[in-house]
């Protein structure tokens, strides 16, 4: 059976680096990762960039190790297919940007470059960070010869990570991709108004955000990913919906010094009044996510034996989930056969400044799917270290 072809679009905190290192840690007949296209959130886009950056690079270096301690390697789908990496906007398409750096730290990662510096990217690294950051400049020239040089486990994109979504939907089959959206959706967003058509070739957007029955993280009813950028949330979910316009949010008056019709972002032109299809969308909101938990109690278990034999990923994974750890603790005053179970067609809208269509019809809102049980919430944290650190 082939592979399923993913993008994960991602703003690399702790959660998203756990997420991409189970990707990672796929075999290659489960998943092949075509591309990892970063966006703002949890931190500013350039600590996003350096996070991944951080990633690869201390993959990289367990790789190494495993092989000198003869122990089963791992990481198979990206040591025989290379992602892409390619770099999204540094702002919300409305708004202010919002970050969540109370949480995860203001590098995304506990802040774990300051307490640790000796686990940040060397300058080889950095060099690259500068390169897929300034896209254009005839600085990055150099790029395939540092790449070359390190064996880096990515390939750096100098194209605007949107327009790198609709390549690949172009050039596979329909129906072939799926994009794995861990973020916020401002490249989506962007990636379907440049290109409606293209960007409906996916097979499907999985997204982890929102929340329908649970209190927000963010305010009282609202989610970090959806609420950092609700305008491009609403564009995004509007593909499902049999009429779009029906919940579109309002175009905003065009800006001073701006020509009237132009449509920059965050200024998005409108969808064509005809589509060939509808999106699919299935959300992952905290309703389901926050029942998968890794304990500190069973990370400690299982990374003690690992970090005595000197595993640099284990060592890297230690010092931000203890950080991690820490911050949950001072927040908190206390702490069948089994199947995904997904509710289907939801109208799950995204409210920025009331409803241009009529709600109450059949033919308005959105069809959007809900997971609403796994097969996974008591055993999530095993299986992800297990599969992580090939034990």
Not at 117 to 134: C, I, Q
Not at 239 to 245: A, D, I, K, V
Request: proline share 8%.
């Amino acid at each position: 059976m082939a592979p399923r072809k993913v993008i994960i679009d991602t703003d690399p905190g702790v959660d998203d680096i756990l997420a991409m290192l189970l990707a990672c840690a796929c075999l290659p007949e489960e998943l092949e990762i075509l591309l990892i296209s970063v966006t703002y959130g949890n931190i500013d886009v350039q600590s996003c960039i350096r996070n991944v950056l951080s990633l690869f690079h201390h993959v990289q270096k367990e790789i190494a190790w495993r092989k000198s301690q003869g122990r089963n390697i791992g990481f198979e789908t990206i040591r025989r297919s290379k992602p892409l990496v390619a770099v999204g906007p540094e702002h919300p398409l409305s708004d202010d940007m919002l970050m969540a750096d109370f949480f995860h730290g203001k590098d995304g990662l506990g802040g774990i470059h300051e307490s640790h510096p000796h686990l940040s990217p060397n300058d080889a690294w950095t060099s690259v960070l500068s390169a897929v950051k300034t896209s254009g400049d005839p600085a990055t020239s150099h790029i395939a010869d540092e790449l070359a040089n390190s064996n880096a486990l990515f390939t750096p994109s100098n194209e605007p990570a949107h327009q790198e979504i609709l390549r690949l939907l172009k050039e596979n089959e329909p129906d072939s991709v799926t994009i794995i959206a861990i973020g916020p959706l401002t490249n989506l967003a962007l990636a379907a108004a440049e290109d409606p058509e293209a960007f409906l070739r996916v097979k499907e957007v999985v997204v982890m955000g929102g929340t329908i029955n649970e209190p927000g993280n963010i305010t009282p009813v609202g989610e970090f990913n959806t609420f950092a950028d609700s305008v491009a949330a609403a564009r995004v979910y509007a593909l499902t919906s049999p009429n779009p316009f029906t919940t579109m949010p309002p175009t905003p008056p065009t800006p001073p010094g701006t020509a009237k019709g132009q449509h920059p972002p965050p200024f998005l032109a409108p969808y064509p009044k005809s589509l060939s299809r509808q999106l699919r969308v299935t959300m992952f909101p905290l309703d389901i996510t926050e029942r998968h938990v890794l304990t500190r109690g069973e990370f400690r278990k299982t990374m003690e034996p690992i970090l005595a034999a000197n595993s640099p990923l284990a060592e890297w994974a230690t010092a931000f989930l203890n950080a991690t750890f820490n911050k949950i603790e001072s927040l908190q005053s206390n702490s069948g056969e089994a199947g995904w179970k997904v509710n289907e067609d939801e109208d799950i809208r995204i409210e920025t400044s009331g409803d241009s269509g009529n709600w109450l019809s059949s033919k308005a809102g959105n069809r959007i799917d809900r997971c609403v049980a796994t097969p996974g919430e008591t055993t999530f944290g095993g299986y992800l270290l297990k599969r992580v650190f090939s034990l």
